[in-house]
């Protein structure tokens, strides 16, 4: 028997190591930590007018912090905070944080209508009120994001000399926890591999994604996709975004940039554990069958290897592709460690964070199939009747990884 499993093992080990070298040598170069924010071309002047859209539900504590370095950035025509049916003081803390900049305007949130999620209504009216102030250009990012001085001016220079449509910085989370450290490159590593970066920007793919903290995009883009209105039940909405514009002929542009960085959110488990849980099963179209190939997928890449090393009966070929598949996947997680500036080492611990995926993966399944998503902010999130009818995730995503980019209830 333990020849057997020690065969079965062995095998999978070599399949894992294979699957592991296609991933490395095709998808579009997913693992590569770019393409990276380039600063604006020397003398470049800023055509348009931009406009900030900041959808806020209970930022009171954030505010502070995100407004000032936002009303700081060179080339930002205004700024838009809307306050999202907030229960502390957002709406105050706003208008005190700005003092007397002419360039906020502070908008009272209406309740979403049905089947509409509350982040992306509020985003509806915020988008609304920059065009009445004559926005050609509109950026959207949250109130827990905080931008380098001329950010702006970076995501600008690079739509306008691109001739793109949509660009979209996927923020840099914070490692200040041992939780965030090792949890949250590892978010960026796994979004990366179901929706290669470089991949988005390729208009003869079908791949497309933005990171909802921080969105540049052209509000005739987003007209001609059918507005909002077309993904007003998407709970994961900065995706969607991406594949209405896209589909419409819409040119992308997705990457990590130092100037873009989020907040804490408290550098515990469970704030990492709700962000993935709320929208993993909605990318999986709530399916029991991509659950299972999921889970499936993972525990080939992940977990298959180090077990094929330590597992008895350790024969050669076992072993031997074990250490492949092990290096393959630690190789393919070492420019994400170094874009963080953490230790190499820390690659070794990849499967283990991977099982925490799995478990996030799972829980968020299970949330729907007991009737509910659980909540975001004091909203229901991926309910049933939230989410049904949406979850038109890429063909192209890759079947095997969680799901868990931004979008808010």
């Known amino acids: 028997m333990k020849v057997r499993s020690g065969h079965v093992l062995g095998t999978a080990a070599g399949v894992s190591a294979a699957a592991w070298a296609l ?21 470049w002047r800023q055509p348009r007018s931009v406009v900030a859209v900041v959808p806020a539900r209970d930022e009171a504590a954030n505010l502070p912090i995100s407004l000032p370095a936002l009303l700081g950035q060179a080339g930002l025509g205004a700024v838009v905070v ?11 803390v706003a208008r ?4 007397d900049d002419p360039r906020l305007k502070v908008v009272r949130g209406t309740p979403p209508p049905a089947g509409w999620t509350g982040k992306l209504w509020a985003l509806r009216q915020g988008i609304r009120e920059a065009a009445e102030m004559g926005a050609e250009l509109v950026l959207l990012t949250d109130a827990d994001v905080v931008h380098a001085p001329g950010s702006v001016r970076a995501l600008a220079a690079l739509l306008e000399e691109g001739d793109l449509d949509l ?7 914070p490692t200040t926890s041992r939780w965030e450290r090792w949890l949250l490159p590892a978010f960026v590593y796994f979004f990366a591999q179901l929706y290669p970066f470089f991949l988005a920007a390729d ?5 497309a994604a933005a990171a909802g903290g921080c969105i540049l995009v052209r509000p005739g883009s987003i007209a001609r996709a059918g507005g909002l209105e077309a993904i007003r039940e998407a709970v994961i909405d900065d995706v969607a975004l991406a594949g209405i514009v896209k589909a419409n002929g819409g040119r992308l542009w997705l990457g990590l940039g130092q100037q873009v960085r989020a907040l804490s959110r408290g550098g515990g488990l469970r704030p990492i554990w709700q962000t993935v849980a709320r929208s993993a099963s909605t990318q999986l179209r709530h ?4 659950v299972a190939g999921t889970v ?5 890449l992940y977990l298959v290897p180090p077990a094929a090393l330590v597992a008895p009966p350790r024969s050669a070929r076992q072993v031997a592709a074990g250490a492949t598949a092990t290096f393959l996947m630690a190789v393919s997680y070492l420019p994400t460690l170094g874009f963080y500036g953490l230790p190499r080492r820390q690659a070794l611990g990849l499967p283990a964070v991977a099982l925490v995926y799995v478990a996030m993966t799972l829980d968020s399944a299970c949330r729907h199939w007991l009737g509910g998503g659980g909540s975001w902010k004091g909203r229901p999130v991926g309910t049933r009747a939230g989410t049904r009818g ?6 192209s995503a890759v079947k095997g990884s969680p799901a868990g980019s931004g979008g808010g209830a």
């Open 296 to 300: 499936a997928g993972m525990a080939l």
């Open 287 to 290: 399916s029991p069958a991509l």
């Open 167 to 173: 660009v979209s910085v996927m923020a840099t989370l």
């Open 203 to 207: 208009p003869r793919s079908r791949v």
């Open 23 to 43: 991933l490395l040598a095709d998808r579009g170069g997913w693992w590569r930590a770019g393409p990276r924010l380039p600063p604006p071309p020397p003398g």
């Open 390 to 395: 949406w979850g038109k995730a890429p063909a």
């Open 96 to 99: 005190l944080v700005a003092g």
């Open 82 to 92: 809307v306050d999202d049916q907030s229960t502390d003081h957002t709406a105050e």
